[in-house]
């Protein structure tokens, strides 16, 4: 059997040289014939090498054709070699009818000429649109090039746009590398970032080490943070992730780093830090103060309980001074002798 394709014009008819399974045709043939307002298309099977003997294989009649019917034309347009399918365009209405040449059967009755498809035999598989769309299914995965750049969206039946949803293991790859791991290795090193020092407290530099996840993805980091004065102090870091990922790119897409520094602006109003071993000294003398001031107020209550006795005997003393005085200016009886008692 002749494996090419090639279509001659023999007066009304076409003569289209395909595979085909038979061994005793190797060609398929379409002749039209008109009838006023009516066209009917006529499918053979031919065999080139016995003296073009023909088979007819199907027959469509198209109506309402030509200045009779108002309604247009129809002829062939195309062959679908990859489906086995014959196309014939019709206009007025603008619609294709496809014959089947593995079962002799019609489809894709009325479908949009400005549409293009390969064909299953029942529905079309891709489906190229008038607008330069391409259909993966009824209307489902589409793409479209468009202003210099290759859309891809999803539609479901009813036209709405759907979700493309990479599934049952399928990773999306740009340039070799997954995107899923990707998004994952980004939280990671950003989260391991964040656990390292950006500016030193008691000290001129203070490093460290941190760790992130992220999606179950992991990531290291370390880095120091360096106190130049009291108003500016600068931070470095790096992180990395786990290596043995896979599809996870270069080593520039596995690897973070910052850089930055602080600039303290304004008047400070916090008080000069001090170091723990002068807390330690301040501690220690505050400690002895508060002993020491115990032991005076022990000392005062003392004093003053001795105070409060010497007071007393003052009074005594003082009673006693002026009974003197009344006897010795004879003012006092002699009663009162009696209650003079002396030192």
Partial sequence: MKKLFAISFLGSSLLIG?????????????????????????????DTSNNNNAELFGTKTFTNIGAGGGEGSVS????????????????????????NLSNGNWVNEGTPWTDSYINT???????????????????????????????????????NPIPIDYTNGTKLLINGRDVEQSINNIGALS???????????????????????????FAFSGGCASKVNEKLSINYAASITMPGQDYAGDF????????????????????TLISMKAKEKMEEKIYTLEENNKKIISQNTE???KNQSIIFQNK???????????????????????TIKLP
């Fill in 191 to 217: 989260a391991a970032l964040t656990g390292l020092p950006t500016v030193p407290t008691d000290t001129t530099l203070a490093c460290g080490l941190g760790t992130g996840t992220h999606g179950g993805d």
């Fill in 18 to 46: 395909i595979p085909e399974a038979k061994s005793e045709w190797d060609n398929w043939g379409i002749t039209q014939t008109s009838n006023g307002s009516s066209k009917t298309m006529s499918i053979y099977k031919v």
């Fill in 121 to 159: 035999g029942e529905r079309p598989i891709i489906t190229k649109k008038a607008n330069g769309e391409f259909h993966i299914g009824i209307n489902s995965w589409i793409t479209k090039e468009e202003n210099g750049r290759q859309k891809v969206y999803a539609k479901d039946a009813a036209g």
């Fill in 303 to 305: 004093l003053k309980q």
């Fill in 252 to 271: 520039e897409d596995t690897f973070s780093a910052r850089a930055g520094f602080v600039w303290k602006l304004g008047k400070s109003i916090k008080p």
């Fill in 76 to 99: 062939f347009d195309r062959f679908d070699q990859v489906n086995g399918l014959i196309i014939f365009k019709r206009t007025n209405p603008s619609e294709e009818h496809s014959f």
């Fill in 316 to 338: 005594e003393l003082l009673a006693r001074l002026e009974r003197l005085e009344k006897v010795a200016l004879g003012e006092s009886k002699s009663k009162d002798l009696a």
